[in-house]
């Protein structure tokens, strides 16, 4: 137990380090663009003129030299307050905040596809390497791999939406019908299908390949050939002792995997108009908002990191031979 | 046109102007109303309403975006509102009179309007807004008030605006986005941007607001309090965020939505949409902005600031093309810098028909050989990041200018950089499109007058165009008082620029309104879906 | 080893089918301006023709523009941001993972912090930043792809110079005085190449796809034609001419397949133990 307390500590402050250095990074290669959300504001509004530039400018603070913005910034971020939304005029955290849980309900029903499908998947594919199955499925997911996702979910929306009219086509959940409590839960779940199915596709793909690849380098082991010699069923081996073994790297990709999720759900959130953090990325971009972007970008990575160490955790669970270190 | 032009001569004409103006607005109502008489209202039921991108704030007075007029447009309310020949009709005023020489504008207000917080809406209202807030914060009503010498309440509701010269396009600066009447009560002496009350904005109009869900939907309620009586109809509405183009469509297509305005449904989903049995499609609604789109032109870089090379440019292009394969028949091919549905517009002007031919012997005459490769200049074109039609309209310019000799390089920006690029003038074409504002004065002088030329502002003169005798044209025109002198004036100016050609003219836009049939009334007044909805209905959802 | 290379590629049905498919791409790339001799951006022909029309073989666009056509010169971009974008990734990658696994310590420790660094920001978000911050054009989408694709390469790299730093043949090196850079380049850089290569040839689907990425969220480059910009523009249209969007992702989707199964087939080739088993 000590050992884990001290590998969090150790990995805590590395995180922090890691924290301040995007933070910096960020705040700089993200000023270095062009236009500012004044202009950009003044611009939409139709008309301006150079005070209502000049008044945008101040109430953001853009008028202070650099440092001093980004010094306040990192202070900011410190003490728990990621700014404020110029467009927006609320705190960037009521923002993330606010579309945080869609886009966490999404990756996470994703993330919890592919990995349940894919492990399953490549572990068939591996037990009858060369038969008709194996191929079947490395195939598929080939496929699933060399299809880019934004594709596959307006061809899944034409298919069950427009054609077949199963399923919505978009959104998070139906607006005005006033569900509560479970009629709610049904209904945003028919809403997660298609953009979860989408984004869950791609890294299925990757994960059955992964567990294939891991199974067929574990299969021939020593130990493996040992509990064969006791007499062991095939699929209790493949289950009891190779699975075990064989899931580590996909596991270890998986929780690096998992907090990328997050970005890649930018499009999956773009074609079913998933009210996400994905989505308020790319409009935060589009618009310059300069605070929203750092923030999510802050809150993703801090996802990533706790992501990294959940999985180092997770490794030790799975196989205590392996010391956290 | 020549309809305007009467109503404008009634309107300065001395004697009974009041009583004709009070006569007409009476009409115009009654007008509005027959399609009503028609059918049984039903009351109560739910609308949705696209809007999209999501407005940044909800308060008019702060912020005039296309969506956040859609939305606040039901909360907010302006003096005056406008038919479809931009006449105005009552609002919160009830009745107007504008005295012969032009000079001092009565307003009467409705006694029974109040906030949505209870308080009575008065002439205090009225004084603050258009001398306090609004100059303060809102850039296009800080330069129509600007003519303002005075303002008065004589008594609660009545208020008089006395001008500093007459400015005949006063009349259509009360439209709600121009001029929202803004609570006092809540605003003043507060920092209007920083005033907490901003979250949960307080009007007059027909709706009130309930909730706002980010990246998902607005929520507005019917006010039960408003003063006309029996409205609004509607028990309430839902605005909803949808990001993708297709989604929309798919969104009206299945019903989930009952409306769309401006560029929410794309060019190319028209003519499918419009097919549909369960849905209507009307342009009108758009007079008020009556946007024009063009290609704007750094007239400062060489070989730009040669008339004869813009006007080359203008030949090359086939405007025809663009309205049916780009906007997919949308729109009228624009003669020049005045839509012609805004009064003042002058069809007699030279005309830049597709000419290929005609385009190539001008850059002969400027001595513009071509190159081996055919090339006999290179220019820069800044596409405005407004989604799939102009980037189509962009490539299409690209390839209709190689044709001539005139290789473009596009030059890809988002938003926040084209708007910088643009305004510091560090561009040398860009395509994009401008609102007009009911009235020359207002809309169209400010992008052609020297004056007006001012680094780091945008919608301003950025081509960096000077013609002193369309300065002195535009300036006597604002002010004159008499409107055929100002027609006069002002076909002038028309015929110079387009002439000079600061800017190639492409389309007089139409915005594709899309309404499902159990919607009633969605349209009925200049500003479309920015109206404030109280007569809107729907028939109940079978 | 390029006999035996070639016939273990060979055992591999799908790679040389790969290699097959890849050569078509890589011929329309070569032949595009031969096939079609028009601009790809030419307005040739009748808007929404659909495919199989007399002058548009796999249809026209909403401008009237020829898929094919697109398509033909498409492989030319999707190719070059491909290629140079992994390029660009592996001289990045490579460099620091192989100073970072040769050295070990505390050079190590800073390099490895620093790719640490590039893994935890999201790399798809960062890479629409980038283009974003510095505007979309073929440079700048290649640059951003690279940055945000290095990182893995790096590991990869730094974990073959760790394992074979200290094998026989490089502490014989050492002892014989050849300097640091002759060794990496020389001695361990060849013989960790098979891994690298394989990676590399999956990194330039992965640099395919994600260009396509971009382009469909509107940050492509709008000088060139792509697979990823065709798709970008013709998704809004989807449901009246599925050929606009269905020829250029199928297009990808061959590409980044081939490239896959090449990927594949090198491996097998190039690590010969894993490939028997697998086979077996």
């Not at chain 1, 199974?215 to 006791?230: G, S, W, Y």
């Not at chain 2, 605003?187 to 920083?194: A, I, R």
């Not at chain 2, 007239?299 to 906007?327: G, M, S, V, Y």
């Not at chain 3, 001695?187 to 971009?214: C, F, G, H, R, Y």
Request: hydrophobic residues 45%; glycine residues 8%.
């Amino acid at each position: 137990m000590a050992g884990i307390a001290s590998f969090l500590g150790r990995r805590l402050i590395k995180s922090v380090f890691i924290l301040l250095a995007i933070v910096v990074i960020n705040f700089l290669l993200v000023r270095a663009a062009p236009g500012d959300p004044a202009m950009v504001m003044a611009g939409e509004a139709g008309a301006a003129d150079e005070q209502y530039v000049e008044q945008l400018r101040e109430q953001f603070g853009l008028d202070r030299p650099l440092h001093e913005q980004l010094g306040i910034y990192v202070a900011g971020v410190a003490t728990g307050d990621l700014g404020h939304s110029y467009r927006q005029q609320r705190p960037v955290w009521d923002l993330i905040l606010d579309r945080l849980p869609p886009t966490l309900i999404l990756t996470g029903c994703a993330f919890v596809l592919a990995l349940t499908a894919g492990i399953l998947l490549g572990t068939l594919a591996a037990m009858n390497v060369g038969r008709w199955s194996d191929s079947a499925i490395t195939v598929l997911a080939l496929l699933s791999y060399a299809t880019p996702i934004y594709w596959v979910g307006l061809m899944l929306i034409l298919l069950f939406s427009v054609q077949l009219g199963w399923l919505p086509s978009f959104g998070y959940e139906s607006i005005g019908a006033g569900y509560a409590g479970w009629d709610r839960a049904v209904d945003v779940a028919e809403h997660l299908v298609l953009p979860a199915v989408t984004l869950g596709l791609f890294y299925m793909a990757v994960y059955a390949r992964l567990t294939r690849a891991s199974i067929l380098e574990v299969r021939d082991m020593d130990f493996v050939k040992t509990a064969r010699a006791k007499g062991l069923s095939e699929t209790r081996i493949v289950f009891k002792h190779v699975l075990r073994n064989a899931i580590l790297p996909v596991i270890t990709f998986a929780g690096i995997q998992a907090g990328h999720l997050i970005g890649g759900s930018i499009l999956i959130e773009t074609v079913f108009a998933w009210p996400g953090i994905g989505r308020l990325a790319f409009d935060a971009v589009l618009q310059r908002d300069y605070q929203v972007l750092l923030g999510i970008f802050f809150v993703t990575s801090v996802m990533v990191i706790v992501f990294n160490i959940l999985t180092d955790l997770l490794y030790s669970v799975v196989d205590p031979r392996i010391e956290v270190a | 046109m020549s309809n305007r032009l009467a109503f404008l001569r009634r309107l300065t004409a001395s004697g009974a102007v009041a009583a004709s103006l009070l006569a007409s607005a009476a009409m115009v109502a009654a007008a509005a109303a027959p399609a009503m008489a028609q059918e049984q209202i039903q009351k109560g039921g739910t609308l949705s309403v696209i809007v999209q991108p999501e407005p940044p704030i909800l308060v008019l007075g702060l912020n005039q975006q296309g969506p956040t007029q859609t939305v606040a447009g039901k909360i907010y309310e302006g003096l005056l509102r406008y038919d479809h020949d931009l006449s105005p009709m009552p609002g919160l005023a009830e009745s107007w009179e504008v005295s012969p020489d032009g000079l001092t504008y009565t307003f009467k207000l409705r006694q029974d309007a109040k906030w949505h917080d209870g308080t009575p809406f008065t002439a205090k209202d009225v004084v603050f807004s258009t001398t306090e807030f609004l100059p303060e914060v809102h850039p296009r009503a800080r330069a129509n008030f600007s003519h303002v010498e005075s303002v008065e309440a004589p008594d609660d509701h009545t208020v008089v605006f006395k001008l500093k010269q007459p400015f005949p396009a006063f009349l259509k600066a009360f439209e709600v986005s121009s001029a929202p009447m803004m609570p006092a009560h809540i605003y003043e002496d507060t920092d209007y941007k920083q005033n907490p009350k901003n979250a949960t904005p307080i009007g007059t109009g027909p709706f009130k607001f309930d909730e706002w869900v980010k990246g998902s939907h607005i929520h507005l309620v019917k006010n039960e309090d408003y003063y006309l009586d029996g409205k609004p109809y509607l028990d309430d509405i839902y605005f909803r965020v949808i990001p993708d183009a297709a989604s929309r469509a798919l969104a009206l297509e299945t019903g989930e939505v009952d409306v769309s305005q401006y560029n929410d449904v794309e060019p190319f989903d028209v003519p499918r949409l419009e097919a549909l049995p369960h849905l209507s499609m009307t342009t009108k609604g758009y007079e008020f902005v009556a946007p024009l789109s063009w290609i704007e032109i750094n007239t400062r870089e060489a070989p730009l600031d040669d008339k004869r090379f813009r006007q080359a440019l203008a030949h090359a292009l086939d405007r025809e093309f663009i309205r049916d394969r780009i906007w997919f028949g949308l729109g009228r091919v624009a003669t020049g810098p005045v839509n012609s549905v805004t009064p003042f517009h002058e069809p007699d002007v030279p005309q830049y028909e597709y000419d290929p031919q005609k385009a190539e012997a001008l850059l002969d005459e400027m001595g513009l050989e071509p190159y081996a490769d055919g090339v006999r200049a290179e220019i820069t074109l800044t596409p405005m990041p407004y989604g799939e039609t102009w980037a189509r309209l962009a490539e299409y310019i690209k390839q209709a200018w190689g044709k001539i000799g005139v290789e473009v390089t596009l030059e890809s920006t988002d938003v926040a950089g084209w708007v910088q690029k643009v305004s510091n003038w560090d561009y040398e074409t860009t395509n994009d499109f401008v609102y007009q504002y009911g009235d020359p004065s207002l809309g169209v002088a400010r992008t052609y007058i020297s004056d007006n030329i001012r680094k780091g502002v945008m919608f301003s003169n950025t081509m960096g165009y000077s013609n002193p005798r369309v300065d002195e044209l535009f300036a006597a025109a604002a002010v004159e008082n008499d409107p055929a002198k100002r027609e006069e004036q002002l076909s002038e100016a028309q015929k110079i620029l387009v002439e000079d050609m600061p800017v190639i003219w492409l389309l007089e836009m139409e915005f594709p309104t899309f309404v499902n049939n159990r919607v009633h009334n969605a349209v009925s007044t200049a500003i479309g879906t920015s109206e404030n909805f109280a007569d809107v209905w729907v028939e109940k959802k079978k | 080893m390029n006999r035996d290379f070639w016939r273990a590629f060979a055992r591999n049905r799908g790679a040389v089918l790969g290699l097959a498919i890849l050569g078509v791409v890589v011929f329309c790339a070569v032949f595009a301006g031969v096939l079609y001799p028009q601009s790809p951006w030419d307005m040739a022909t009748v808007p929404f023709q659909p495919p199989l029309s007399q002058d548009a073989l796999l249809g026209s666009d909403t401008l009237g523009r020829d898929i094919a056509a697109g398509i033909v010169y498409g492989a030319r971009v999707s190719l070059l941001i491909g290629l140079t974008s992994t390029a660009v990734a592996l001289l990045i990658g490579v460099t620091l993972g192989a100073v970072a696994g040769y050295h070990g310590g505390r050079v190590d420790d800073a390099i490895m912090r620093f790719t640490e660094l590039f893994q935890t920001i999201p790399n798809f978000v960062l890479a629409v930043v980038l283009v974003a911050i510095f505007t979309p054009s073929i440079a700048n989408i290649v640059v951003a792809i690279a940055i945000v694709s290095w990182p893995p390469l790096a590991r990869l790299a730094r974990g073959e110079f760790m394992a074979l730093r200290s094998r026989e043949f490089v502490q014989a090196a050492v002892t014989a005085g050849q300097g640091t850079g002759t060794i990496i380049l020389r001695q361990i850089l060849p013989n960790s190449l098979s891994p690298i290569i394989v990676s590399a040839s999956l990194m330039v689907a992965t640099a395919i796809l994600l260009e396509s990425s971009l382009s469909f969220l509107g940050l492509g480059d709008p000088n060139v034609m792509s697979w990823g910009y065709m798709i970008g523009a013709a998704r809004t249209v989807i449901r009246q001419a599925w050929w606009m969007s269905f020829f250029p992702g199928v297009a990808i989707l061959l590409t980044v397949l081939a490239l896959n199964l090449v990927g594949e087939g090198l491996n097998d080739a190039l690590n010969p133990r894993l490939a028997r088993k697998g086979r077996a």
